[in-house]
C-alpha cells in the first residue's frame, strides 16, 4: 500500500483524473484544465500509445479499460498520489434501440462501461480520494438516463446504464457523505464528438466550460444532484 496520507497532499495543486480523454469531452477536459497553472491532470485511455493529443496536455496518460476489472486494478496501483477530483468520463453509446434488436453481449457491454466501470474506478481510487483535498466523485450521465424524462424513448442499452449509473452515484454519495465526499452526476448536453455526432448543437469547449464551472463550485451539500451542464438540475 502506497502512503497515501493527507501529508502528502499539495493544498495549492488541485489533481484531476479524467477517464476515456483521448477524444472528446474527456480531450476537451484535458485542455481546459491544462491552461490552469495549479492542475496536476492524470488522464487515462485505452491505448496511451495512440494518445498523442492527450500527453501533450497532461502530467500522466495512465492505460484503463474501465469495463476491465484487472485494468482498474492497474489503475488503482499505478496512481500514487492523492487525486482531489475524479472525472468519470468514459462511455459508449449503442446501436441497439428497440426490444427486436436487444442481445445479453450489447447489454453487458454497455452497462459495464457506462455503469459498472465508473463506481469501480471510484473504489480504485477510494484512498487517493480520501487524501486529497476535494474528495469528489464527478459522474459524466446523460440526461436520457432520466426516468422521469422519458417520454417515449427506447435506447435500452444506453438509457439504462446511465440511469443505473445515476442511481449508483446516489448510493456512492449517502455512503460517503459523512466522510465529506461530493459525488455527483452531470449531464454534458448535446455535444459534437464521436458519440454526440455533427449535428450536436453544443461544442466540447462549451460543455466543457459550463461542466468546469460546476466543478469549481461544488460543495459536500451537492453531493447525490443531477446536474445540466449549464448548473441547472435535471429530474431523475
Ligand atoms: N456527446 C454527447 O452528446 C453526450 C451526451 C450525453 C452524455 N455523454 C457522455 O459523455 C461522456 C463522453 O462522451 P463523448 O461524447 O466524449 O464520447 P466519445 O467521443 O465517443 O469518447 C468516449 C471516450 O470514452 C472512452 N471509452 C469507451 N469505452 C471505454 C472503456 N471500455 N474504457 C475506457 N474508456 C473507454 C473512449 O476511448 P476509446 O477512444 O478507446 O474508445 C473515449 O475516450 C460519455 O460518458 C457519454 O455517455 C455524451
Redesign the pocket.
Given at each position: 500500500m502506497l502512503a497515501r496520507g493527507a501529508e502528502c497532499h499539495n493544498p495549492f495543486m488541485t489533481t484531476y483524473l479524467i477517464?476515456?480523454?483521448?477524444?472528446?469531452?474527456?480531450?476537451e477536459f484535458a485542455r481546459q484544465l491544462s491552461t490552469r497553472k495549479d492542475s496536476v491532470i492524470l488522464a487515462?485511455?485505452?491505448?496511451p500509445e495512440k494518445a498523442q493529443d492527450l500527453a501533450r496536455l497532461v502530467h500522466r496518460v495512465i492505460p484503463?479499460?474501465?469495463?476491465?476489472e484487472a485494468?482498474i486494478a492497474g489503475l488503482g496501483a499505478q496512481v500514487k498520489e492523492p487525486v482531489d477530483i475524479l472525472i468519470n468520463?468514459?462511455?459508449?453509446?449503442s446501436d441497439q434501440k428497440s426490444i427486436n434488436e436487444l442481445t445479453m453481449d450489447e447489454l453487458r457491454r454497455v452497462f459495464?462501461?457506462?455503469s459498472f466501470?465508473p463506481l469501480l474506478v471510484a473504489k480504485a481510487l477510494l484512498a487517493n480520494l480520501r487524501a486529497g483535498g476535494r474528495k469528489t466523485i464527478f459522474n459524466?450521465?446523460?440526461?436520457?438516463g432520466s426516468i422521469a424524462n422519458n417520454k417515449g424513448g427506447s435506447s435500452y442499452p444506453?438509457r439504462g446504464s446511465?440511469s443505473a449509473l445515476n442511481q449508483m452515484a446516489v448510493c456512492l454519495a449517502n455512503e460517503l457523505r459523512p466522510e465529506g465526499f461530493c459525488c455527483v452526476v452531470a449531464?454534458?448536453?448535446?455535444?459534437?464528438?464521436?458519440?454526440?455526432?455533427q449535428a450536436?448543437p453544443?461544442s466540447?469547449e462549451e460543455s466543457v466550460k459550463g461542466l468546469l464551472e460546476i466543478i469549481d463550485r461544488l460543495k459536500p451539500e451537492d453531493s447525490g444532484t443531477f446536474f445540466n451542464y449549464d448548473g441547472k438540475t435535471l429530474p431523475w
Open positions: 477517464t476515456g480523454a483521448n477524444r472528446g469531452i474527456g480531450l487515462t485511455a485505452r491505448e484503463l479499460d474501465v469495463a476491465d485494468s468520463n468514459a462511455g459508449v453509446g459495464a462501461v457506462n466501470g459524466i450521465t446523460s440526461q436520457l444506453y446511465k449531464h454534458p448536453g448535446w455535444v459534437k464528438t464521436d458519440m454526440g455526432g450536436a453544443l466540447p
